[in-house]
């Protein structure tokens, strides 16, 4: 069965270095997702995507994130310059339209 | 624009007892809804779905939840839970249009004790 797998699984970074997150959808999928959970809190949208441009984004999504989908499969998350606070697992998300799957993660620690 | 609320942060039952986890929903178009379940340190897994027909919907694990429009919410219910089935719980809920984010809920502690 397709799945969206995300890359890496777990990464350790210091305070003010740049992070890129990087997922691969299901193949044929239209719209793209990035989700945040910070430890023991609820699951937050942050961005989606579709049609190679930002279709809605929270208002956790300033100018430190961005989205890319650089050569038609991999949709990166990036992140310019980490906080702290920006440790969290970062969900990757797909959809044909309609019903979203996830992948299983990428766990950002920022020291 | 939606919203989920699950009013019960945590939830302990006793090992083979009945369950309801609460989920009720806001949103001024037709939905979609979910639940996904989370054990510690891993990611979302699906439990079950709502996309449209039947009102009861199945899912694994011996879940069902029931779609009810009137009152708009959308319970997980198990007849019997077991210790394994500790984990935390997320209602999640789409418009059936725009960009079909899902809006997740606070979630709620599951704690199955023996």
């Known amino acids: 069965e397709p799945e969206v797998t995300q890359t890496p699984s777990h990464q350790v970074t210091q305070m003010g270095q740049e992070v890129i997150l990087r997922c691969v959808p299901i193949s044929n999928h239209l719209y793209f997702y990035w989700y945040r959970q910070i430890l023991g809190q609820k699951v937050e949208f942050l961005v989606s995507f579709y049609n190679n441009e930002i279709s809605e984004k929270s208002e956790i999504f300033d100018d430190q994130f961005s989205v890319e989908r650089p050569d038609g499969s991999n949709f990166t998350l990036k992140i310019r310059s980490t906080k702290l606070e920006d440790s969290a697992m970062y969900f990757c998300a797909s959809s044909p339209p309609g019903e979203l799957f996830f992948g299983e993660g990428s766990r950002l620690t920022v020291l | ?46 439990l079950l779905k709502y996309l449209s027909g039947s009102t009861l919907v199945k899912g694994i694990n011996g879940f069902e939840a029931e779609f009810n429009k009137s009152q708009t919410s959308f319970h997980l219910r198990k007849p019997s839970v077991h210790i394994s089935d500790t984990a935390e719980y997320f209602c999640a809920v789409s418009d059936r249009a725009g960009t079909y984010k899902y809006i997740f809920g606070t979630g709620t502690r599951l704690k199955v004790l023996a």
């Not at chain 2, 009013?7 to 979609?32: G, H, I, K, T, W």
């Open chain 2, 1 to 46: 624009a939606q919203s989920v609320t699950q009013l019960d942060s945590q939830v302990p039952v006793f090992e083979e007892a009945p369950v309801e986890l609460r989920c009720n929903y806001s949103s001024s178009v037709s939905v979609y809804l979910f639940w996904y379940v989370q054990y510690p340190n891993q990611g979302l897994q699906l």
